[in-house]
């Protein structure tokens, strides 16, 4: 059976076993870069985080970014204890200290701090947010299209756990790969709870029929930076863009598909279901997003 691949999967690099790892104002040798176990974001998922790339010295669309981080800490009653301009400091701290330039994945992560006790009630959290960047010289390497399995995990409705929230807590994600792996995929099609297609478990996901680019209506998937800019660039492109309710029997029609994340920008989709999609490579259409896409985070 094929290996299986991850949208996440990147070229080793012998690099990342020297990073520094900015923990709470501190630069940490990765041995030394630890939290505490009563953390909450280690007891109960209790944080949000953002992922950002680095393209030639330029973290891309970060202000984007960072607007998410604080509306979701507000979302939470997270006080992040910093300014934007302090965070975004103190990524430009990690970045030198790294001296990373280009081809840099960091993972920017805040937790509502350090617990008195082992249980939920926020208020338990005295201590102030624990807030980490790690970075890593991360340069994409998926040598195939993906390919997809449909789920029986849905991405839920807003006052369960709304999925626009890029929590710490993603196990109803985890738990939904774990399935496609066992059925053979690389990675997860989850529907929404009317039974249309939404997202993957780790990205944004779009079809193409006939020309035109199909993706979610955006009620019960992460707002993916990456997916807005995709739906902008089709736009601004004259290339037909629709977010619409759209069904299994649609998408294993279609001629393309792809998967959007700040990672793997625009990564194709060969299979789904068992069910080759087009010629089960990238598509023109594709190819064309991912070009101009390139052209957009270039400096």
Not at 67 to 79: F, N, P, Q, S
Request: glycine fraction near 8%; hydrophobic fraction near 40%.
């Amino acid at each position: 059976m094929t290996e299986h691949v991850t949208t996440h999967q990147a070229q080793e690099d012998a690099r990342n076993e020297d990073i520094l790892i900015w923990v709470n104002g501190v630069l940490k040798p990765k041995a030394e870069a630890l939290v505490s176990v009563y953390d909450s974001g280690f007891m109960l998922g209790d944080g949000v985080w953002e992922g950002l790339r680095l393209y030639d010295g330029r973290w891309s669309f970060i202000d984007e970014h960072m607007d998410r981080l604080y509306e979701a800490a507000k979302a939470i009653d997270l006080d992040i204890g910093m300014t934007r301009q302090e965070l975004i400091s103190a990524l430009s701290e990690t970045q030198a200290a790294n001296e990373m330039q280009t081809d840099a994945h960091c993972r920017l992560m805040v937790t509502r701090g350090v617990k008195t006790r082992p249980f939920q009630h926020p208020g338990l959290s005295r201590q102030g947010p624990t807030i980490v960047i790690l970075m890593e010289h991360s340069k994409p390497s998926i040598p195939r299209p993906i390919r997809l399995a449909t789920v029986p995990h849905l991405r839920g409705q807003p006052m369960t756990q709304d999925p626009k929230l890029n929590s710490h807590s993603k196990l109803n994600c985890i738990l939904a790969c774990i399935a496609a792996e066992k059925a053979g995929a690389d990675e997860a099609l989850m529907l929404d709870v009317h039974g249309f297609v939404n997202t993957t478990n780790a990205c944004n996901f779009f079809i193409v029929r006939k020309g035109e680019v199909w993706t979610s209506t955006g009620d019960y998937c992460m707002n993916g930076i990456t997916r807005a800019k995709v739906i902008d660039l089709c736009r601004a492109n004259d290339i037909p863009v629709f977010e619409r309710n759209y069904s299994l029997v649609d998408t294993y029609g279609a001629d393309e598909a792809f998967l959007t994340g700040t990672f793997g920008a625009q990564t194709p989709v060969g299979v789904i279901d068992g069910r080759q999609i087009g010629d089960g490579q990238m598509g023109p259409v594709t190819q064309r997003l991912r070009d101009l896409y390139k052209a957009l985070v270039s400096p």
